[in-house]
């Protein structure tokens, strides 16, 4: 609660709490107000004369009294919060219950589903169904068997001498050949520039050999379609020349000069 709302507060309750102490103090004096106005209303009595009454003393000086300690807004905010506490308002009513709805309009059935009700063979041979709605169908006659498969006993197998083996099944007018290439590698020697290289064959060329990747005719080491697969080696050292022979011995006259020891 702010200042503002709490000064607010003040000033609704100010007219509140003057009427409630007006009313309190009527109360309280409204008796003793009418006897004196009774007694001032009476006419005066002329009583006997009395004595002398001895002087009084006089009477002391009263404490001075303690000036009020200001009300400060918390204090008010704390007294206003504590008079709700002591005064809660009360509980609001529990709402009604709603009314539930209506259940929706049942679906209508669905159809039967249609099965097998029986089947027969034709004079055709032809298989004929009923469907239990009472449709019929005609599916066809039974297919004529088919050929036997070729099998082991007429296979056989041919090598070309090289990578590749040639399985060949035959029966009758009936052949079927499949080709099954081996992954072997076959030297074709020395590269020659107009020869045709199969994948996997293998060529010597300066030096180094070489293993065809596809089906090519270029040169090795100038494409991907060669491998290397042997490096060649570094040139041997040149050999030192021999010394030469003792010269030999004169032969006799008429016969040639034998070769002198190496």
């Not at 506490?85 to 609001?92: E, F, I, K, L, W």
Request: net charge negative.
């Amino acid at each position: 609660m702010t200042l503002e709302d709490l000064d607010a507060l003040a000033k609704g309750m100010a007219p509140v709490v003057t009427r409630l102490v007006d009313a309190a103090v009527t109360a309280a004096t409204g008796p003793l107000l009418a006897r004196l106005a009774e007694i001032e209303a009476a006419p005066p009595v002329r009583g006997e004369k009395g004595e002398d009454g001895i002087d009084g003393l006089d009477g002391r000086h009263g404490a001075d009294g303690k000036d009020a300690d200001p009300v400060s807004a918390e204090q008010i905010s704390e007294a206003v919060a504590a008079w709700l506490d002591a005064n809660p308002p009360a509980d609001g009513r529990d709402g009604k219950d709603g009314v539930d709805g209506k259940d929706g309009v049942a679906g209508d059935a669905g159809a039967d589903g249609v099965g097998l009700a029986g089947a027969v063979i034709d004079r055709e041979g032809g298989l004929v169904i009923t469907l239990t709605n009472g449709e019929q169908r005609a599916l066809g006659a039974r297919g004529d068997p088919g050929a036997d498969g070729l099998g082991f006993e007429d296979l056989e197998a041919e090598f070309d001498g090289e990578r590749t083996l040639r399985f060949v099944f035959t029966r009758g007018e009936l052949a079927k050949a499949f080709d099954f290439v081996l992954p072997i590698v076959i030297d074709r020697g020395v590269y020659k520039a107009d020869g045709a290289y199969a994948q996997g064959d293998g060529a010597t060329w300066a030096g180094s050999y070489w293993i065809a990747q596809r089906d090519t005719s270029a040169k090795p080491e100038t494409c991907d379609d060669w491998r290397l697969a042997v490096k060649r080696g570094r040139d041997g050292r040149d050999g030192r020349d021999g010394k030469d022979g003792e010269k030999g011995l004169p032969g006799p006259k008429g016969e040639p000069g034998r070769n002198g020891r190496a």
